[in-house]
């Protein structure tokens, strides 16, 4: 698949259905996430690839109400990072942007693979961590949902996902978000 056509192909689908993660998969993905820039080439990320079916069960618990679509996934990736792992330049700390750039490409090598990367907010880290043995000191940043979207729309979304499924959510246009030699906004 061409760049182009995955940047285009991806979406946050919620509607999943089953996909076999093979460790072949889940090498491409951190692969793919591996070859992302970071200052002072630190690679600060750090991924748990969840596949098993009970771990996969017991991580619902932290899932936030309206989530419940996440029981789907064949696969959760928890997102991961310390500041000290990045660089840290007066008071700019790198590494939840050099984890999401790594973390984008990740997405994309899904997108590639036919899989669906939707990476979500509504969890509860202190639960998420727990569940998967996360040291206090490491920072959840975010947890991805995997699996293969399904043509039909599963009837665990709620009516709001269910639509949001239908059609690409609105994206902003050019003028809201760029700018051409200064800040105008």
């Given at each position: 698949?061409?760049?182009?056509?995955?940047?285009?192909?991806?979406?946050?689908?919620?509607?999943?259905?089953?996909?076999?993660?093979?460790?072949?998969?889940?090498?491409?993905?951190?692969?793919?996430?591996?070859?992302?820039?970071?200052?002072?080439?630190?690679?600060?990320?750090?991924?748990?690839?969840?596949?098993?079916?009970d771990v996969l069960k017991?991580?619902?618990?932290?899932?936030?109400?309206?989530?419940?679509?996440?029981?789907?996934?064949?696969?959760?990736?928890?997102?991961?990072?310390?500041?000290?792992?990045?660089?840290?330049?007066?008071?700019?700390?790198?590494?939840?942007?050099?984890?999401?750039?790594?973390?984008?490409?990740?997405?994309?090598?899904?997108?590639?693979?036919?899989?669906?990367?939707?990476?979500?907010?509504?969890?509860?880290?202190?639960?998420?961590?727990?569940?998967?043995?996360?040291?206090?000191?490491?920072?959840?940043?975010?947890?991805?949902?995997?699996?293969?979207?399904?043509?039909?729309?599963?009837?665990?979304?709620?009516k709001d996902q269910?639509?949001?499924?239908?059609?690409?959510?609105?994206?902003?246009?050019?003028?809201?978000?760029?700018?051409?030699?200064?800040?105008?906004?």
């Open positions: 698949m061409e760049l182009k056509d995955a940047i285009e192909k991806r979406r946050a689908y919620r509607s999943l259905g089953p996909v076999d993660v093979s460790d072949s998969m889940v090498r491409e993905l951190a692969g793919a996430a591996n070859l992302s820039p970071s200052c002072f080439n630190n690679q600060p990320w750090r991924y748990i690839f969840v596949r098993d079916k017991t991580l619902q618990g932290a899932m936030s109400k309206g989530n419940e679509w996440t029981s789907l996934a064949s696969m959760v990736i928890a997102v991961l990072s310390r500041p000290d792992l990045d660089c840290v330049i007066k008071d700019r700390e790198y590494y939840q942007f050099d984890t999401g750039m790594a973390t984008a490409f990740l997405i994309l090598k899904a997108t590639d693979l036919g899989l669906v990367a939707h990476p979500i907010a509504g969890f509860s880290p202190k639960k998420a961590k727990e569940i998967l043995t996360i040291p206090e000191d490491v920072r959840l940043i975010t947890l991805v949902i995997v699996g293969r979207k399904k043509e039909e729309l599963d009837p665990i979304l709620s269910a639509e949001s499924e239908k059609k690409r959510p609105e994206r902003h246009p050019f003028e809201r978000f760029a700018y051409l030699e200064k800040y105008s906004g």
